[in-house]
Each structure stands twice: as C-alpha cells, then as structure tokens.
C-alpha cells in the first residue's frame, strides 16, 4: 500500500479519528485527575523538566478538550507571571496547532466537496476574512476556543494565519490567568501584598472579560440614515434589509416593508442560520425601537457579523 495512496490515507484519517476519541474518552473517564493540585504535584515531582513537561501536557490537554484556565491557573502559581504567560502561550498554542493540522488533514477535502449552498457562502466568508475573523473569535469567545481550533482546521484559512493571530490574541486572557494563579499563591504562602494583588489580578481579569464586549462594540458600523440607504439601495449594492420590531408590529397588515426580511427580536438569536450568507456582507437593521435595533446589533456582532448598521430616520 503506497504511502500516497487514497486507501493509505484513509487508513491514517481513521487511526488519528479512533485515537482521538480515545483519548477524550479516558480525559472524561478521569478528569478528576485534571485538577490544580494534581497538575501542580506533576510539575514539580519533574525537577528541571517542569516547563517541558507543563508545555507537553498543555498541548496534549489542549488537543484532548480540557478547559484551558486549569493549565494557566497553575503556570503562575509554579513559574510567575512572566514564564507562565509564556509557558502557557507556548503550550496551548502548540496543542491548538495540532487540533487544527489534524482536522485539516482528516476532514478538510472531504468538506470542501460535500459542503454547498449557503454553508458554502458563508465558508468562503471565513475564509476571505482570514487572520481578522480568527482574531475576532479569539478576542469574542462566540464558540469555546479548544473548539475553535478543530472548526478553522476545517477550512482553508492559512496555517500561518491561524498561529500567530491567535498567538497575539489570546495573550491578554493567559496573562490575566496567570497573574491570578501567581498572585492567589503569593497571597497564600506569605499573607503579604493582600491587596495590591488583588487589585492588579481583577484588573486583568476585567480587561479579559471585557475586552469581548468592546471589540464587539468597535466592530459596529455607524448608524445608517434613510437617505444613505436609498441610495446604497439605488446603486444596486447588496445590502440585506432586516426587520427586527415585535412580532405584533411586524404582523400589522401596513406595517409591512416588502423589501425586507421579517425576524422580530424575540426570534432573532434562534434564526441566525437564515442570516449565515450575511455573515460579511451589509445588513441594515430596521425598527421602529431603538433599544430593539440596538440589542439586536449587539447580538449580530457578538454571533460575527462583520457589517451590522441601524438604520436612524
């Protein structure tokens, strides 16, 4: 059997497959044994090895699906706030980068021939924005980021790409992790430095919880007047029209805007998918509430519509 050969490949896309699952099913039969104390009890019985061996199992964890703030807690704790961070970027990074190599080995070809129509459209979106939507889903965690890993792998976003934008972007939320698990053991071991450490760790920890929400809010286009949009309309541009009131206004017999497509806001978050065409291309927002036009932007952006504006009277 040549080594090139389909059946070759077949064969190595199944083994990879089984070994995989297996691992994640003898993660899930022991996870107890994932926690701080016990990851922590295994760096340290390493000696000089440690790092290597925090790295090997980040990775491996990683690549197995076990929550990443574990590794990261324990990092500052055992190495600091720098060689955490830095261990800890290493270690994930290389885990993500094989989740990612993985699925594009083993199932990338076979969704580029099976996949069509709008889940086409809207791969090819993801494509085109490269780097920039990786950077969005690592900064706006919309899917958990061990999944996110498996989910680019299946598409034809350059490796490059994939590394260093999540590389850079996922630095502000393992610095902050880290720091944490740093701060919480300094604070244990000697009972000093109380609240200087619990200052700069809740500073961290805000700017990675929040960062999400201001990227989502920069990511917002400015509000669309009438007359803008006639003459985007007029020009032939394609621009999605979406109606967002209250089921009851929108049901109104002459409150109908024909152009336009009907989600009211109730509904918006569980019809997504009709919108997935949209998902880098112009929607207008329309509605006769501000507040609705503005939840439901928020909730676009957040879902990684790039070109979401509020149509203003």
């Not at 791969?123 to 680019?152: D, Q, T």
């Not at 000093?192 to 990511?219: D, F, K, Q, S």
């Not at 394609?238 to 152009?259: F, K, N, P, T």
Request: with cysteine.
């Amino acid at each position: 059997m040549s080594v090139s050969s389909p059946l070759f490949r077949l064969v190595v896309r199944a083994f990879l497959v089984l070994m995989l699952l297996a691992g994640i099913a003898v993660v899930l039969v022991n996870y107890r044994e994932f926690d701080p104390t016990r990851v922590d009890a295994w760096i340290k019985d390493a000696g000089v090895m440690g790092p290597i061996l925090f790295m090997l199992v980040y990775a491996i964890g990683t690549v197995l699906l076990v929550p990443g703030p574990l590794f990261t807690l324990v990092a500052g704790a055992l190495f600091g706030p720098v060689y955490g961070t830095l261990y800890s970027l290493t270690g994930v990074m290389i885990g993500a980068s094989i989740a990612f190599l993985i699925a594009r080995f083993v199932a990338s070809d076979w969704l580029e021939k099976k996949v069509g129509g709008r889940l086409k459209r809207v791969k090819e979106g993801v494509e085109h924005e490269g780097w920039r939507f990786v950077a969005f889903l690592r900064l706006v965690p919309v899917f958990p980021a061990i999944v996110i890993n498996y989910a680019l792998g299946l598409t034809r976003i350059k490796f490059s790409h994939f590394f260093f934008a999540s590389y850079i972007c996922k630095l502000p939320a393992v610095a902050a992790y880290v720091y944490v698990g740093h701060a919480g053991l300094e604070t244990i071991n000697s009972g000093e430095n109380l609240l200087p450490n619990v200052l700069i760790g809740m500073t961290l920890l805000g700017i990675a919880i929040y960062l999400p929400r201001l990227i989502v809010y920069l990511r917002r286009d400015p509000p669309l007047n009438m007359e803008e949009l006639k003459a985007k309309l007029g020009s032939g541009e394609e621009i999605l029209l979406l109606d967002v009131r209250d089921a009851d206004a929108i049901s109104a017999e002459q409150g109908r805007i024909a152009e336009a497509m009907e989600i009211s806001i109730d509904d918006l978050e569980h019809r997504l998918d009709e919108l997935a065409y949209y998902t880098e291309r112009p929607i207008a927002l329309l509605s006769n509430s501000e507040k609705n036009s503005s939840k439901a932007a928020e909730i676009l952006a957040s879902n990684g519509f790039a070109h979401v504006r509020i149509v203003k009277e």
